[in-house]
């Protein structure tokens, strides 16, 4: 089946840092790819959808300037939290695929 | 109204019993339908498709009803290993793709 690589699993930046978060198929090419984020005890919210060789398309108050997004090949899709801020710690995971969507094992990220 | 909606639980069901969680959507241009399962801390990982015609794997019977713009998963003979959340999801087609995501239902088989 399809396999989704992130990386990393765990991060700790401090406050105004940036952090890159890697996103990538494994065993198949994904022109498309999503970026999720989870706060605890909710659901995944679709923060943008990211296409390769064009602009990232992000969903409504998600700041581009603050959540970078590059794909750059079929197989690999990278967020970056720029300047992140202890709001911004979270729960990052991308998925990828045609049906039913194959996810990353997510991003556990603590801003301090 | 929410774009998907679930009833957030928890669940608490012995084990052996059989459990129903329901669904709701509010678009009725979705198009694509899923259940997936989501341990603590963990990623997601799909269960199932749904499909209009309802499927079955295993113990697991997902149904769609596109008239009352719900979907259902069943769990017969509930092991612990059934323990989770379980999350709906329902992708729309506008443009590009949109998935939305349930917030999930959380179920504990108790011995």
């Known amino acids: 089946g399809a396999v989704v690589s992130q990386h990393p699993s765990r991060v700790i930046c401090k406050s105004g840092t940036s952090v890159k978060i890697e996103c990538r198929s494994l065993d198949f090419q994904a022109t498309t790819m999503f970026w999720y984020r989870q706060f605890p005890k909710k659901s995944l919210m679709l923060m943008a959808t990211s296409n390769e060789g064009s602009k990232a398309t992000y969903e409504q108050g998600v700041e581009k300037d603050k959540f970078l997004i590059n794909h750059a090949s079929l197989t690999l899709s990278t967020l970056t939290v720029t300047s992140a801020h202890p709001e911004d710690s979270s729960f990052y995971i991308c998925?990828?695929?045609?049906?039913?969507?194959?996810f990353g094992s997510g991003t556990r990220l603590t801003v301090v | 109204r929410k774009e998907v909606e679930q009833d957030p639980g928890p669940f608490n069901v012995p084990e052996g019993a059989t459990v129903a969680f329901n669904c709701t959507y509010s678009n009725s241009a979705s198009q694509s339908f899923f259940w997936y399962r989501q341990d603590c801390r963990k990623e997601p990982k799909l269960l199932m498709s749904?499909?209009?015609s309802g499927n079955e794997d295993g113990r697991f019977t997902a149904q769609l009803n596109r008239a009352s713009q719900y979907i259902s998963l069943l769990i017969r003979d509930s092991k612990l290993s059934d323990s989770a959340t379980y999350l709906c999801?329902?992708?729309?087609?506008?443009?590009?793709?949109?998935?939305?995501f349930g917030t999930g239902t959380k179920l504990q088989v108790i011995p």
């Open positions: 999801v329902v992708t729309n087609s506008g443009g590009y793709q949109k998935v939305t």
């Open positions: 998925s990828a695929g045609d049906d039913g969507y194959t």
């Open positions: 749904v499909y209009s």
